[in-house]
Structure formats: structure tokens, C-alpha cells
């Protein structure tokens, strides 16, 4: 039965699911991305719609509305979610053959939750409930609905079906209006202790599960993600690279990592030029660690590497790793990418081959 959350989860979810007629009727599931919280959500949201919830406060994953909801059309589940995600959901559904996608007619699909949706939502809510039972309406990410959205939602906030439950997921909860963050009740998903981390992955099979939990700030659930898609590979890829890069030519790997970006690898692994800032903004930040003597937290598997490049010492990681935080905060709009990236692998190398 724990199976269907992991370990560190079912304290809270024992709590919740002890008195569900006393569930309020918005919650805000709040943590970092790979907290789980997503996951909490999808189960809430199950038991909530089962008509014969088990004895382990799990839905039963066998009655009809079980089935509905596996099969992504039980009549009182509203999702909201950005068209973007659930475009990329569809097009992984149909291994990318033949989806005649909004994307593919040159319009791009929104990464927000737009207003539009919320009076969809709403309407259906006027309707009444299919089933006699609760209804849910699972907005995820929350901080992905717009101000007229937000402002939207809040009417049925304030004045919610007596049905109803709302459920809102969140990575970074201050970006919420305060009129929404008020209305509802807050549950964080904080990591899970080092030790019980580590007994899960192992219990997954996860590969360098070690090194991943590191570079994933101890959050095992997106070490996970990483250890069994394309990003791992993007992993060791930067990191081949971030080894060759001290005796090599930083405006060569530019026009490399300019192609990578590009290609169906990197859009498949969600690799942009953001997400490679970070790494070396990770990289950056080991490399200081390391040259005070203490072990690097994102690349632990680099540990050898990353002491032959602390010559300069803590002052020049540091400066370094505070210059890349002002190219990350203009990583997603560059003016041309690949300057970009030259000029920050040659920022990067100062560091690298400072005596
Ligand atoms: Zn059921």
C-alpha cells in the first residue's frame, strides 16, 4: 500500500485522510519541484473520488470511479493545468506520431493557467457533481495561473460548491496572490532526512543515486526523475565537458552547447540554456566548497575533478558563482545565445585557470 506514496509522505497523508469530512475545502500542497507534493495531490484527489475507499485510506483502484479516473476522464475531476503541460503529456501519450498539435501549427502553447479555463471550470461546477460525491479541481502549478486567473478563482474561492475541494500545487508559493495564499490551508512538503532518502532509492534501483540525490539538493523523488530519463545523460555529458574545459577552448564548446541546445536530445531532457546556467552555477558553487576543503554537495562524483580547480581558491569560485547568478537571471531571454555562452565559459575558465 505505501507503494502509492513514498515513505517519508504517509505521516501526513495518515493525518489527512483520518477525518476527510473535515477537509478544507482549498489546500495549498507547497514544497520544491520533486517534493512529492504532485504526487500527494493525485492520491487526495483519487480518494476523494473512490466510492470504495480501502482500509488503508488508499483509493481502492478498482470501482468505476477508479477506473475513470486511471483513464483521465472521471466527470468530477477538473484539471488545470498550462496548455504547454498538457500538450506535453498528450504528445509523450502518443509517442510523438501524428498529434496534430497547437505547437506544430507555429503557435506556441501557453506556459500559463489562463482565464478561460477557470470559467470552464466554473461552469461545470454550476452544473452539480456527476457522481453524487466530491468533486476536485487540481490546479497545478498554482503559481502558473496569470493575476485576471488568479483573481478569477478566487470567487470560487470565497464561495465554494459545498462539494468541491480545490487543490492548488505549488513550487514557489510566494509568487501566489496573498488572497489566494489566505484561502486556503497550506501544507508543506519539505525533503526527506538523508537517511531515509538514501533506503528509498536503493529501493528503486536507482543508478548513481548517491551523486543524483546531491545534485538534486537532497530531494530523492527528482533524483529519481533525473536517474531514469534523458537528463542523466545531460549530466554526464556537462560534466565531460566542465573536465575538458580547463585545458580546452571555451569558445569552442560555445558553438558545442549552442547545438546542443538545439537538438532533440536537449528538448527531450528539457535541457535549456537556463537549466545549463544552473548546472555551472552548481559546478561554481562545489568548486568554492572544495577549495575550503569541504565536499562538493551537486557533484559529488566530481570530487577529484573539480580539487585541481581550485588554485584560485574560495574568492575567485565565489565571485564566479555570483557573476553566473546575473546570467541566469538573463538566461531566458539572451539577445544571442551563443555570445552568451562564450561569454560565460570564459568567465568560467578565468576561475578554472586562476593560480
Ligand atoms: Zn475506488
Known sequence: MSALLPPWLLPLWQQVTRDLARLPHALLLEGPAG??????????????????PGGDGFACGACAACNWFAAGNHPDMHRMVPASAALAEQEEGEDGEGSESSAKDGKKASDQIVIDQVRQMQSLLEVGGHQGGRRVVLIDPAEAMNVPTANALLKSLEEPPGDAVFLLVSHSPRRLLPTIRSRCQSWSFPRPERAVAQQWLAAQRVSDAEALLGFSGGLPLAAAAIASGPLADARKRFMRDMQGLSRGDPLKLAGEWEAWLKSKAALEAGLTLTVLVSWLQRWAYDASRVAQGAAPRFFSDAAAELATLTKGGF??????????????????HPLNARLFLEDMLLRTTRAMTTK
Open 35 to 52: 517534493s512529492g507534493k504532485r504526487q500527494f495531490a493525485e492520491q487526495l484527489a483519487r480518494r476523494l473520488l473512490c466510492v470504495s
Open 315 to 332: 574568492d575567485v569560485w565565489s565571485s564566479c558563482y555570483n557573476e553566473l547568478a546575473g546570467y541566469r537571471r538573463v538566461s531566458q
